[in-house]
């Protein structure tokens, strides 16, 4: 689970969009600039978090972190968190959740871009690590690939054993 925060810099970034709705070539050409030019902090939850907080709760662990990345980065606190979604984390900043903010509040959709950026390359890391799963391709998501990877190929140490088809592999066996 990955999460970032972004301060964005005077003016914004042009282009910044849903990170759901641009290229990869945009996606990483957006993020270098926003790198470039903005503050940035980025925040994960690892996989025994996950599964013994659940996606929810090491989402907002991830994203706390995200927050706390940037402030120790920047030395700067910010005065309003915007998070996409339906509720915040409880942490010491004022915050306010946005539901769909990712396609309406250009901090956010800079945030989602950064984080997914960092996501995708921590898949193609494992996908080298672990060739067969199709991780380079799915991202993280339950493709036909990956679940076939699962059967043929075993479980690693970075699947979540609260995922259904782990969870069914290892009864299986």
């Known amino acids: 689970m990955v999460a970032a925060a972004v301060i964005l810099c005077d003016g914004g970034i042009a282009g910044v969009a849903d990170s759901k709705l641009l290229s990869a070539k945009k996606r990483g050409l957006l993020a270098a600039e926003i790198r470039a030019t903005c503050h940035v902090g980025v925040g994960q939850a690892s996989v025994e978090e996950i599964d013994r907080l659940n996606i929810l709760w ?3 662990l991830a994203m706390q972190r995200a927050v706390e990345a940037l ?3 920047s ?8 998070v996409d ?5 409880d942490w010491g900043w ?3 959740a946005i539901i769909g903010g990712d396609a309406s509040e250009p901090a956010i959709s800079a945030a989602s871009i950064i984080a997914k950026e960092v996501r ?3 898949m193609r890391g494992l996908a080298d690590a672990h060739p067969g799963y199709g991780w380079e391709r799915n991202m993280g998501y339950g493709t036909a690939q990956h679940l076939a ?17 782990v969870k069914n592999a290892k009864s299986e066996n």
């Open 58 to 60: 090491a989402s907002m």
């Open 71 to 73: 402030v120790a980065s």
């Open 75 to 82: 030395c700067l606190s910010p005065r309003l968190v915007l």
């Open 85 to 89: 979604g339906n509720r915040c984390p």
């Open 94 to 96: 004022p915050s306010r």
């Open 120 to 122: 995708d390359g921590l």
């Open 149 to 165: 990877g699962i059967r043929t190929l075993g479980i690693t140490p970075h699947h979540r054993q609260s995922f259904a088809p």
